[in-house]
């Protein structure tokens, strides 16, 4: 039973990926079925693990078992149901309390712990004496690292107009911008590839044992 | 665009096609480009074996199947090297199915390591939603956050966890992160808030926004971006799966793309000079 299911589990993988791969002839009924299937069931094993993974064992759990200890939860608890109010037209002023929270909340922690370490810490990585490390590529790498943190910064700058000895230095720091984002279309790239290579060996090794799986 | 210019383009179907065949068979006939390691994939594997033996590592499994080919052969190659070191590895997952790739690799390496137990030399702790705020709740109290692995045993019944209170007694977090909360979280808290060592492997995707933590004031310790850094990992520990055997396709299909980038240049620079002309 466990290897007709396994079987089974394989053939509808084959069946969706050929099903969603089609979608790149042209938009057709069988891509937008599967497309359906994959959203539903998305929602479905979403909306099933946040009962059975987080709200039982995070609160319905410690609730029944102990009360006393954890009241405290009851908080979370009314906030998340006044989120739900949002549902009904009338009553959807009420989540904007919980949103609100949630809001100021995140901006508080998330304003501290990314001044900490995407400014300060990046900053201070930084400041350093180019000229040691030994190795003369790293000491070129340290250079381009401080002249292209420096230039890019003086082309974000806006109060002064981009010319002269000032429109240079931002007119180098795009050139750095511009690199940066070849790199990143470079990972994007590999990345894309990489998805696609893993479907083939799933399809070439699991399905038809072509290649090692 | 002018519609002659539109003609002239290549129906993109075709570029799909080659795509697909020029990444089909590089795997079914193997070429074996040589891979080169990067510094960032051999900071990752010294930090593992630096770590003395006997130490409790954090690794979290934050991404889904949807990230798989690029972080699972990353999860496969750093959990087998902490077995084979006799790091004790702690699995938690602030994605949902993260629990679930974790499983998916202890149960492939379980039967090549016999004498190491779950509980003892392994255990999986399971999700927690959350993100940062969770990961700063494991800094202050482990077990508060953590009361039971995710079959449900107490903490306490779990040997690998004594001591465990925190962060303090862990030789390093390594966090495979495909997006947010991931990799940037544990950076934020288990290092810059406090103190322990933070390595990662991420996908290709978010790699270019992970790199700068790799740095003088060592917010990560190395970094394996995307399929590439997996089979750098898999060299280095002499490990070859299917990161290995996918740079061969990798390799094929950018030589592909550059082909058609430099192709698509060429004719661009052709039909705006054929434009110019057609103007004058």
């Not at chain 2, 075709?14 to 480009?33: K, N, Q, T």
């Not at chain 2, 850094?229 to 280095?236: D, F, I, K, N, V």
Request: proline share 5%; glycine share 10%; with cysteine.
């Amino acid at each position: 039973m466990e290897h007709f299911f396994s079987v089974l589990g394989i053939w509808l993988g084959v069946l969706f990926t050929f099903a969603i791969f089609s979608f790149l002839y042209k938009d057709n009924p069988v891509y937008k079925v599967a497309e359906q299937i994959f959203v539903g069931l998305s929602a479905g094993y979403w909306f099933v693990y946040t009962i059975y993974f987080i709200l039982i064992p995070n609160l319905f759990d410690p609730l029944i078992n102990d009360f006393a200890g954890n009241w405290i939860k009851l908080i979370p608890a009314v906030l998340g149901i006044m989120m739900l109010m949002r549902l009904m037209p009338k009553t959807g002023w009420v989540s904007r309390f919980p949103i609100a929270l949630v809001i100021g909340t995140t901006s508080g922690v998330f304003f501290l712990r990314y001044l900490k370490s995407d400014v300060i810490n990046q900053l201070t990585a930084t400041m350093m004496n180019p000229f040691t490390g030994g190795d003369w590529v790293v000491i070129i790498g340290q250079i381009m690292l401080i002249v292209g943190t420096l230039t890019g910064v003086i082309y974000f700058y806006f109060s002064k107009k981009h010319e002269g000895a000032f429109g240079a230095t931002a007119k180098v720091g795009i050139y750095f911008l511009m690199i940066s984002f070849g790199a990143a279309f470079g990972y994007t790239a590999m990345a894309r590839i990489s998805l696609l290579i893993g479907r083939l060996q799933f399809l070439l090794g699991d399905w038809l044992g072509i290649i090692s799986p | 665009m002018s519609e002659n210019i539109k003609k002239k383009q290549i129906d993109r179907r075709w570029i799909f096609l080659l795509l697909f065949i020029s990444v089909a068979l590089p795997l079914i006939f193997v070429i074996g480009f040589p891979i080169e390691t990067t510094e960032n994939a051999r900071l990752v594997y010294g930090l593992i074996e630096q770590t003395p033996k006997g130490s409790k590592v954090i690794i979290s499994f934050d991404y889904d199947p949807a990230s798989k080919p690029e972080l699972h052969p990353m999860g496969k190659a750093l959990m087998k090297h902490c077995f084979d070191r006799d790091i004790k590895v702690i699995v938690t997952a602030l994605w949902p199915m993260g629990v679930q790739m974790a499983e998916d690799i202890y149960s492939d390496l379980k039967d090549n390591y016999p004498d190491k137990k779950y509980g003892e030399d392994y255990v999986n702790m399971g999700y927690k939603a959350g993100g940062i705020v969770t990961i700063q709740a494991m800094g202050k109290n482990f077990r508060d956050i953590f009361p039971q692995d995710m079959n449900g045993t107490s903490i306490d019944e779990l040997p690998i966890l004594d001591g465990i209170n925190n962060f303090d007694n862990l030789g390093f977090v390594f966090a495979l992160s495909a997006g947010d909360p991931g990799i940037k979280q544990w950076v934020q808290i288990a290092h810059d808030t406090f103190g322990r060592p933070v390595s990662g492997g991420v996908t290709g995707v978010s790699a270019p926004a992970v790199i700068p933590y790799v740095n003088q004031q060592q917010q990560l310790i190395g970094l394996l971006a995307g399929l590439k850094g997996a089979a750098e990992y898999e060299l280095l520990t002499k490990t070859p799966g299917t990161a290995t055997k996918g740079m061969d396709a990798q390799s094929v299909a950018h030589l592909i793309i550059i082909i058609f980038i430099i192709m698509g240049n060429i004719n661009y620079w052709r039909n705006k000079k054929a434009e110019k002309k057609g103007v004058e």
